[in-house]
């Protein structure tokens, strides 16, 4: 089932002119019932939702101490995911262990949610590296920057998984399900629409996550589409589902259900959590430039954190002092991520030839020695003065 | 010892890779029930299974973005371009993705895929159907680049190939497919995936080709061993890394150097030769290194492409040049 709610956008645009989205949590923080989505979160306690609001804010402010390391100019650059956080936590708490996630580079709250410890994402954007984690660990892929491009590589994962007979056995702790994340800029890919036809034809266990955040940079979401992005997934021969993005509740269910269906063998599901980028592209973006500050101030009523709060006051379910203590563990982890960042050491110039190969060539090894004769010279040169 | 022809040779060495490593696919288009439209592919399905020999959606940049996904989970794909200038679609997941994934995990993650593609003119093709476009994948940094010139090596080098944990673009000389010659199954590989190879030794000039190039310059050697020349051919056989001590051998007992091949002239295989020989060699040469190669100018249509392609008459007057120094 699902209801009109003022989630929706205002009419007038195709692309979002659609009443219909799943919605589990209004943003006043009322439950609202869903015969058809509440049974996949009906083991969902106070317990669990109190560890969703510790998720929310803990991946909030992340984001808002990268912004503030950027400022401070010990990152060079930082993709914010204000706003979207309740999609990212929402999917990620949705993952089994043996689930393999495929991000872009804005997917810090998903990262928080499959155990990365966030002080690894910021070594991309500080420079010293381009993904410091270890994508085996926590089967979370490294970022990739080229838009829609690990859409094709969560569908080969995908393919796979299905040659590994991890599909469809019954065993929960077996069957495994691939999720590609993306936003509505990347649906005007080439690789997007390919990863939909693969995944179809394949019947790959993958599920597609599009955080339509609704503006990729400066582009509108008019820009990419004229219907609702959701509605795509019937062209390619697979269900879509468009669900509040705003709403943790309702993405955890709805992402569950698309799990589900990969892990069983029943194919790709595409998800559109229907959200809003609330700060800039990055941060070298000036938003005021493109968008009114009105939809912000509209977007802000919809807070994916706020709500949560409301829930659990309204229910007696948490208290000031759990607030309280999420507070004060969100301030420790802003004090480890700024001792976290200075600490790290900037990459040794010779370095940039360890891993070009696995089997090293003779000419790059002959170039990371002239490199380093090189960088010797003008420290011969120093003691000699 | 069996007599094969090239694209066979191909064939039997996907065959035994695949024999030896569950964990090799083959995807492409066509490469299932027709077996390839070279046919490299036949037979493949019908023993390994539909799951093992892959007919993809007609899309290059899905097929080499999956096989990035599936090499991430532990398969070994052998990618099939159909033509070389289809390989374009497929060219930012190459360059952005499949190059690059080893590097920026800092070596954590390896994506051993092979990506196979039917190259060069010669055959009377409408366009986009003869083109030599390796230069672009030896211009980047993290694949290996290699082009086979006959059916012995073609049996090895692909299985040296797909035994490889660094991608490799595998060139494959179209007009070569059905030149025969007898590849021992049971032997080993001569060299190494990465060696050159002086196929006719010589003293008055070194000739530097490599995949359909390489019998134009045999011939073009015995057409010059008539006049009393003496000329040197190497086969590359990698072009990604360079075997320069081979080069090295032989630019300085010859003093002289034609590098050859189909490919446009600038910025190709041909220029960093020339670069790298005068750089190391500087003192054996006797004239500078000359390029004989395709014309800076697109493909053209099949009615000029002998007059476009490098020949036996082209390449000895490239050596000409260079003797006349």
């Known amino acids: ?385 | 010892m069996t007599e094969m022809a090239l694209g066979k040779a191909i064939n039997a060495g996907l065959r035994r890779a695949m024999e030896g490593d569950a964990k090799v696919l083959v995807m492409g288009e066509d490469v299932g029930k027709l077996g390839g439209v070279f046919r490299v592919t036949d037979g493949l399905q019908k023993d390994f299974g539909e799951d093992r020999v892959i007919d993809t959606p007609l899309a290059e940049s899905g097929i080499i973005g999956t096989a990035v996904g599936l090499a991430l989970r532990g398969y070994r794909p052998v990618c099939e371009i159909q033509f070389d200038g289809f390989v374009f679609p497929g060219y930012d997941q190459i360059v952005s993705q499949v190059a690059k994934m080893h590097f920026r995990s800092a070596g954590r993650l390896r994506v051993p895929i092979v990506i196979r593609i039917p190259f060069g003119g010669g055959i009377g093709a409408v366009e986009h159907h003869s083109e030599s476009p390796e230069g672009y994948f030896v211009h980047t940094p993290g694949l290996k680049v290699v082009a086979v010139s006959n059916p012995l090596d073609a049996y090895w080098m692909i299985q040296q190939a797909i035994a490889l944990d660094d991608p490799v673009l595998f060139f494959e000389p179209k007009r070569r497919y059905w030149d025969k010659a007898e590849v021992d199954e049971d032997g080993s590989p001569a060299l190494p995936l990465a060696a050159a190879r002086v196929v006719q030794a010589g003293t008055d000039a070194t000739v530097v080709a490599y995949g359909p190039m390489v019998r134009t310059c045999l011939d073009a050697a015995a057409a010059a061993a008539e006049e009393g020349q003496s000329l040197e051919v190497i086969d590359l056989r990698s072009l990604s890394p360079l075997d320069m001590p081979v080069l090295h051998d032989s630019v300085r007992k010859t003093g002289r150097c034609v590098v050859v091949h189909e490919a446009q002239r600038t910025l190709g295989v041909g220029g960093e030769i020339a670069a790298r020989v005068t750089e190391e060699c500087f003192y054996s040469l006797e004239a500078p290194v000359l390029r004989v190669t395709g014309y800076d100018t697109p493909y053209p249509p099949s009615r000029v492409e002998e007059e476009y392609l490098p020949d036996l008459d082209r390449v000895l007057d490239g050596v000409d040049r260079v003797l006349a120094f």
């Open chain 1, 1 to 385: 089932m699902t209801v009109e709610t003022d989630a929706t956008p205002p009419a007038g645009s195709p692309a979002h002119d659609e009443h219909e989205l799943v919605q589990l949590l209004t943003p006043e923080g009322e439950r609202i019932p869903n015969p058809e989505y509440e049974p996949l979160i009906a083991d969902v306690t106070e317990d669990h939702v109190r560890g969703f609001y510790r998720d929310l804010v803990l991946a909030r402010r992340v984001d808002t101490e990268a912004v503030a390391l950027q400022r401070h100019g010990e990152l060079g650059l930082w993709a914010s995911l204000l706003g979207q956080e309740a999609a990212q936590v929402g999917s990620g708490r949705a993952l089994r262990p043996q689930d393999h996630v495929f991000p872009t580079y804005r997917e810090h709250g998903v990262a928080w949610c499959r155990g990365v410890d966030p002080g690894l994402l910021l070594g991309l954007f500080r420079g010293v590296d381009q993904g410091s984690w270890d994508p085996r660990e926590n089967n979370f892929h490294l970022y990739t920057i080229v838009i829609g491009a690990q859409t094709l590589h969560a569908t080969g994962y995908a393919m796979g998984v299905q040659r590994d007979g991890a599909v469809g056995t019954g065993d929960p702790d077996r069957d495994a399900a691939v999720i590609a994340y993306f936003g509505d800029g990347a649906t005007s890919q080439g690789d997007v629409n390919e990863a939909f036809i693969w995944a179809a034809v394949t019947n790959a266990p993958v599920v597609f996550f599009c955080q339509n955040n609704q503006w990729a940079i400066s582009e509108p979401l008019e820009r990419q589409t004229r219907i609702p992005l959701y509605k795509r997934a019937a062209g390619f021969g697979f269900p879509g589902i468009r669900v509040d993005g705003n709403d943790v509740l309702a993405c955890l269910a709805v992402t569950r259900a698309a799990l589900h269906r990969a892990r069983e063998g029943e194919g790709p599901t595409l998800v559109e959590a229907y959200t809003y980028r609330m700060g800039a592209h990055t941060t070298t973006d000036d938003p005021t430039r493109y968008r009114l500050a009105a939809d912000l101030e509209h977007w802000k009523l919809k807070d994916p954190i706020e709500r949560v709060k409301a829930y659990l006051t309204r229910t007696g379910g948490a208290d000031h002092e759990f607030f309280e203590s999420v507070e004060a563990e969100a301030e420790d982890l802003a004090e480890h991520l700024r001792t976290y960042c200075r600490e790290l050491p900037d990459p040794l110039p010779t370095s940039i030839f360890d891993h070009v190969f696995v089997e090293p060539t003779p000419a790059l090894l002959e170039q990371r020695d002239e490199m380093a004769a090189y960088l010797a010279s003008f420290v011969t040169e120093e003691a000699h003065r």
